[in-house]
Every structure is written in C-alpha cells, then in structure tokens.
C-alpha cells in the first residue's frame, strides 16, 4: 500500500505558522477534537487542518494560501457558539482557523476626532 501524497496546501501553511501550529490527522497523537465538534459535544465534522496563527499577517497570509488552494477555511474563535457555524462539515477538505493565539491586543490607535 502507498503513502498518500501530502497535501500541497499543508507545507505551505507550516511555513506561514510554523509546523506546531498547523495540527494534522497525520500524526495519530494529535486529537483534532476540540476544534472538530461544538462543545456540547452534539456535532462533529473533519477538518484538513487546524491551524492556529499568532497574528493578522499570518491570519492574512493563511486566507491568501487557503484561496489560492481553493480550499474552504472555517473561522473559529473560542467553539463556544450553539449554532455550529466554526465545526468543519465531513469532507476533511476545509482548514480550520482557530484564533486562540491571538490573545492580547497589541497595541490601539485612537481615531482621529
């Protein structure tokens, strides 16, 4: 039997956000779980990736790999809504784009009055 190929999307993504950071059903150890079902546990789905960007430039970076692949992203803050929109469907081809990294506001500028 061979090894599938990787994803061309996948590399890609591990260069923007670095290898931690872009979890894969590749590596058996890693539960996807808490980012491919809502938290009660109702709903489930299978994502490609989760990938978990530090800052706008790499969230901006990842949205422009993702359309260039043209694979669909699903944007997840915290997975603590109740109508399931952040759970990836059961296809395994959309990028989960959990935004728990991003923690801390950096820095604010005012508007001008």
């Excluded at 061979?2 to 999307?9: I, Q, W």
């Excluded at 949205?63 to 809504?81: D, E, F, L």
């Amino acid at each position: 039997m061979s090894t599938p190929l990787p994803h061309p999307l996948l590399e890609e993504l591990r260069q923007i956000c670095g290898a931690a950071n872009v979890l894969t059903h590749e590596d058996p150890a890693t539960d996807l779980s808490p980012w491919e079902q809502d938290w009660r546990k109702r709903v489930s789905g299978r994502a490609l990736a989760v990938v978990r960007p530090s800052d706008t430039a790499q969230v901006a970076a990842v949205v422009k790999a993702c359309a260039a692949h043209q694979t669909p992203i699903v944007p997840q803050g915290g997975n603590t809504g109740l109508v399931v929109g952040g759970i990836p469907d059961n296809s395994g081809q959309q990028i989960v784009l959990s935004l728990t990294r991003m923690n801390a506001v950096r820095a604010t500028r005012p508007r001008p009055t």
